[in-house]
């Protein structure tokens, strides 16, 4: 049988719910050269995929080509993580799968995005694998660790995530900042705003964003006197206005 035709015929089979299709799409995934062909079976494998597919979707979190110019399509990367997602949904997060995952953020390339997004979104409790891998993890990887944790707003990361601001590395700073900013809690006010005078300029814009999130009415007199100081011009000033507007907007926890 041509190779087409025995694709269709796996493609239909997925398509009718047939779990027999799954290892041929899983073999397509892997080693189709066509972006469009790999895109489909991971589109399929979100409807019929089990444990079996879970290595191949995690392989192409890495394939983020849309196709160029003439095609434009959504990457195969992006089909994954949808697939991932199902499937986990089905069989359940296991703490072998956040390792596994984790350690994947220490790779290079458009992929890491993917499986950052991918743990973000996962409804499981994963928290405490993460603060425990983030010491042995890369500057990379500890940084997209910070993202999600902050994403994922959940407080056991408060302490990690303050920690973070003192990183001698800036990537380290910027994305604690930031996840702080995520996480919302107005406890890191003080910490994110030590950062404003930060030596490197990234964290002390996102340290200007992050203050929206984390002032309330008890922070406005503070952020006051920074504004008055004159030390900011521009569209920092103008973030630090939005700062202590927000401020004035939120209610102190218990008020």
Request: glycine share 6%; net charge negative.
């Amino acid at each position: 049988m041509p190779a087409h035709d025995a694709e269709s015929e796996v493609f239909a089979l997925a398509h009718a719910g047939d779990p027999q299709a799954m290892a041929p799409l899983v073999e397509i995934l892997r080693h189709h050269p066509k972006r469009a062909t790999r895109a489909a079976a991971a589109h399929l494998l979100e409807k019929i995929g089990d444990r079996h597919a879970i290595s191949a979707l995690e392989a192409a979190l890495n394939d983020t080509s849309d196709g160029g110019f003439f095609e434009q399509e959504t990457p195969v990367s992006e089909l994954a993580e949808e697939a991932l997602l199902a499937i986990y949904g089905h069989v359940g997060v296991r703490d072998d799968d956040v390792l596994r995952l984790v350690r994947m953020l220490e790779q290079g390339g458009e992929g890491r995005q993917y499986v950052r997004s991918l743990l973000i979104k996962l409804d499981a409790p994963m928290e405490q694998i993460l603060i425990a891998q983030f010491p042995a993890l890369n500057v990379p990887g500890r940084a997209a660790v910070l993202t999600v944790l902050g994403q994922r707003r959940s407080l056991l990361a408060l302490d990690l995530l303050l920690t973070s601001l003192t990183d001698p590395d800036p990537l380290i700073r910027d994305a604690g900042v930031e996840a702080l900013g995520a996480l919302g809690d107005a406890r890191a006010f003080e910490a994110v705003l030590s950062c404003l005078s930060d030596p490197t300029y990234s964290v002390r814009r996102s340290a200007q964003f992050a203050l929206r999130q984390v002032s309330d009415e008890r922070h406005v007199p503070m952020l006051e006197r920074i504004l008055a100081s004159g030390q900011f011009n521009g569209f920092e000033r103008h973030d630090l206005e939005l700062a202590l507007q927000a401020a004035r907007e939120r209610k102190a926890p218990g008020a």
